[in-house]
């Protein structure tokens, strides 16, 4: 099992910048979640994507947007950032609902 | 309110100690996860339960689907437990995220 992997580990932009984060599954997983975790919070769900399609969404603005790729990869992209978004953010990988998830160890983005 | 609480929020104990962490939940579920986040950011899935309890070396998790509620457990703890412990459950309405307690804080001291 390869796990998942997050790059960058950790990231510094500015104010009203983009960014993208990169995610790549376990081998086998098709279904990839990415989540935000504020210091001392736990994590807040921002979307899930299933064999390259959006099929659910957490109560986060359109700014945050994702990708799946065939090869089951995944981007977070965060448009116009605000120093809120500093935040550690995390993606997890599935085979299905029926399983469990596998972790990445997270991108930390500072927005200064 | 969150959907998810757990307690306590801190915890420290000494080693070999029996740590119990506990989690309730206000929704209905169709999984519970119990997690571990050391510092850092990496977080490693321990159990999902969906009903009774699980073991796993000094690990055990209980949950009582009736009243919204599972507590992990850690046997003759060590100080590589010291560690965030989350719950999380999946909501069963909602089929996808992962709604997530704020962790309990441990610190196992020598």
């Known amino acids: 099992e390869t796990g998942v992997t997050q790059s960058p580990t950790h990231l510094i932009k500015t104010r009203g910048q983009q960014v993208t984060l990169r995610c790549s599954s376990q081998s086998g997983h098709n279904t990839v979640s990415w989540y935000q975790q504020a210091l001392g919070q736990g994590p807040q769900f921002i979307f899930q994507?299933?064999?390259?399609?959006?099929?659910g969404r957490g109560n986060f603005p359109p700014r945050f947007s994702g990708l799946q790729f065939p090869n089951y990869s995944s981007e977070l992209n965060v448009n116009a950032l605000e120093l809120d978004d500093s935040a550690l953010y995390l993606c997890?990988?599935?085979?299905?609902?029926?399983?469990?998830?596998?972790f990445g160890s997270g991108t930390r983005l500072t927005v200064v | 309110k969150n959907e998810v609480e757990q307690s306590p929020q801190n915890l420290t104990a000494q080693e070999g100690e029996f740590i119990t962490i506990n989690c309730s939940y206000s929704?209905?579920?169709?999984?519970l996860h119990w997690l571990q986040q050391h510092p850092g950011g990496g977080i490693v899935s321990l159990f999902m339960l969906s009903s009774g309890k699980k073991k796993h070396g000094r690990l055990i998790a209980t949950i009582n689907i009736q009243e919204k509620h599972s507590s992990l457990h850690i046997t003759a703890s060590h100080p590589r437990d010291s560690a965030v412990y989350i719950c999380a459950v999946r909501d069963s309405n909602s089929g996808y995220a992962l709604n997530f307690g704020k962790g309990t804080s441990l610190l196992v001291t020598p």
């Open positions: 997890a990988s599935s085979r299905d609902s029926s399983h469990g998830y596998t």
């Open positions: 929704v209905g579920i169709s999984a």
């Open positions: 994507y299933y064999r390259e399609e959006e099929n």
